[in-house]
């Protein structure tokens, strides 16, 4: 069992610290309203109060509840209110494979955390499913310390277990857990088929976001002689040339189908995507994706 959040030396504690100070940024993204239009032109009707965060409208403070709790409370109204975050991670054999010592896993679990700490800052409620061939936790979103640790615990020590990807499922699950309007973020590298029907239904009821976490090797293929390739999902084998030029093709073009497929699908259902390399800053590009999904 590998510990992709804390490496060698740090403890989970010392690690959140850094996630933390990373997260800042997307959690000012996501509470200045990035994905906020669903909400618009449903009327200003008052919900209730919550404790001032910084950056809040000094507006709308609350003086009342102020004065009486000690420290600062905001009026919240519906366009305010708080979005629900659910994370569905991919953790299956081909999410471990990788090239210059770094695995696909260990950039899904550093993005995941991320918006797990991002959620925290804003006392957003998050939730997740992760899964291999088969589901291995669920947890409805809740917010809170408690919550975001249990998550981080939980994507630091894992491995595969089980044969095949239950993303399917994995999203099913999520139709009967969320029963109200969600941010969804899919984390995987999507070397599966048969999710697609299930991911349109949850893109109509929530807004759902597919992040892609590729490795350099899948759009360049190594010369490291003739090997043996294995389907780390179906377990087919083959032995092939890596030096020969038309599978060097071959390979990129099977990659730019796949991604192109998978772009057009998320389009379609009116889905976010995104691509997140192994040799990548997670942080960086969600804080770039945030801010063009402002802008629209």
């Not at 409370?73 to 299956?92: P, T």
């Not at 597919?210 to 377990?235: A, M, Q, R, W, Y």
Request: proline share 3%.
């Amino acid at each position: 069992m590998n510990n992709f959040l804390k490496g060698n030396t740090d403890s989970l504690s010392k690690k959140a610290s850094s996630l933390r100070m990373r997260s800042q940024e997307l959690a000012d993204c996501l509470k200045s309203g990035s994905f906020r239009s669903h909400y618009r032109g449903q009327g200003m009707e008052f919900l209730g109060v919550r404790e001032y965060l910084a950056g809040d409208d000094v507006r709308t403070l609350d003086w009342n509840v102020t004065a009486k709790m000690g420290k600062p409370y905001v009026k919240m109204f519906e366009e305010d209110h708080q979005l629900e975050v659910f994370l569905i991670v991919d953790r299956s054999f081909s999410m471990f494979s990788g090239s210059k010592g770094k695995v696909k896993y260990e950039k899904a679990a550093e993005t995941a955390a991320l918006l797990t700490m991002a959620c925290e800052m804003n006392s957003s409620p998050v939730g997740a499913v992760f899964f291999d061939g088969k589901i291995h936790f669920a947890v409805k979103s809740k917010s809170g310390r408690f919550q975001s640790m249990l998550l981080l615990s939980q994507l630091d020590e894992a491995s595969p277990v089980n044969n095949g990807s239950a993303l399917n499922s994995a999203m099913n699950g999520a139709v009967k857990m969320l029963k109200n309007h969600s941010m969804i973020f899919v984390i995987s590298d999507f070397r599966v088929s048969g999710w697609e029907e299930t991911f349109k239904k949850l893109s109509w009821a929530h807004d759902v976001t597919l992040i892609k976490i590729t490795d350099p090797s899948e759009l360049e293929l190594p010369e490291i002689g003739t090997v043996p390739f294995t389907d780390s999902e179906t377990g087919k084998r083959l032995v092939l040339p890596t030096s020969k030029p038309a599978l060097k093709s071959m390979w990129r073009d099977e990659y730019r189908k796949r991604n192109d497929a998978l772009k057009k699908l998320a389009l379609k259902s009116n889905a976010g995507f995104i691509t997140i390399s192994t040799e990548e800053d997670a942080s960086s590009i969600l804080s770039r994706y945030f801010q063009v999904r402002r802008a629209f």
